[in-house]
């Protein structure tokens, strides 16, 4: 939504004031369009702002986490966004936005980090710790525990991250999430997953891609889009739901999993609606298997 014309001199003010260091008064003025205006882009990032330099760091990060991939598309403030995420120990933060940046942001980072170490030695050794024994915990603070790691630096990150990705007795979902942040990264390192079949796989980093980059899923995708956008909402609304969570159990094997992205859009509305579906083939017999065996991991993790 746009800001109406005396809403946008409010904002204007309101970065005088912060020019001038009057950042309460930002904050009054931010809260009050905010008010009206919740998702408004300039406004959360001039109260991200606003906050840190009112010493209030957890809640500037917050925001920056929640509209990262917005702020990052402006690139003069990327600059305030790292030095944010490192003042407040967000290292992983730091490092995916920089990683949106033309600058080289390694220097400040590495010395943020080696900073942390030397000065929250026992600090950092309770965060390892934590992010490496997720294994007992429910599914909810398994996947809370690996969006807390995003604090670590990069080097403790990737070691702790390494022994849960080859964990075999460990929750799907969690590994996918070790995976992608490692992708948002580029960190240029090679791990071994096993993965959803119990096997096995040595994978290199730099050879992933995002989810919304694997051509199989966005089939799937733009079937289902084609099928119930204009005609049913609902199930629309639910079938990418259930594909999103499939994607966090297939992630990276898309295109081992999904040969056929018709079969695969109706064997899940088969799943989801009680509908029938007929087996004819090798490859839909082990696309069904596929299924169930995802079926089975969601159904697991009640008894977590």
């Not at 809403?7 to 931010?30: C, E, G, P, T, W």
């Not at 995003?150 to 990737?158: G, R, T, W």
């Not at 629309?236 to 739901?241: C, I, N, R």
């Amino acid at each position: 939504m746009q800001l109406s014309k005396n809403d946008q001199v409010i904002l204007m003010s309101a970065q005088a004031d912060y020019a001038d260091q009057r950042f309460n008064q930002v904050m009054h003025k931010v809260e009050h369009l905010l008010a009206k205006y919740p998702n408004q882009i300039d406004v959360n990032f001039l109260r991200t702002k606003a906050l840190f330099k009112l010493k209030r760091t957890a809640e500037a990060q917050s925001i920056i986490n929640r509209y990262e991939d917005e702020f990052v598309r402006v690139a003069e403030w990327i600059p305030s966004l790292i030095e944010i995420s490192l003042k407040n120990a967000h290292f992983m933060v730091a490092r995916e936005i920089a990683a949106q940046s033309v600058a080289d942001w390694r220097t400040q980072i590495l010395a943020a980090e080696e900073n942390y170490r030397q000065q929250h030695a026992e600090l950092l050794d309770q965060q390892i710790n934590q992010f490496a024994h997720i294994g007992g915990l429910n599914a909810y603070t398994q996947v809370r525990r690996v969006e807390d790691a995003k604090q670590l630096p990069f080097d403790e990150y990737v070691l702790a991250g390494k022994n849960i990705l080859r964990d075999p007795f460990l929750w799907e979902v969690p590994k996918s999430q070790i995976l992608l942040e490692l992708v948002k990264v580029n960190a240029d390192v090679s791990v071994t997953l096993n993965w959803l079949d119990n096997q096995d796989y040595e994978i290199n980093i730099l050879k992933l891609k995002s989810i919304d980059q694997y051509s199989s899923l966005v089939a799937v995708l733009n079937i289902i889009e084609d099928n119930y956008a204009s005609s049913d909402p609902i199930k629309l609304a639910l079938l990418e739901k259930e594909l999103f969570t499939q994607s966090n159990y297939i992630y990276p094997f898309f295109d081992k999993v999904i040969t056929d992205p018709e079969y695969w859009f109706q064997a899940i509305v088969a799943r989801s609606f009680g509908d029938q579906i007929d087996v004819n083939t090798s490859d839909q017999r082990l696309i069904m298997k596929w299924i169930s065996i995802i079926y089975d991991q969601e159904s697991k993790i009640k008894l977590m």
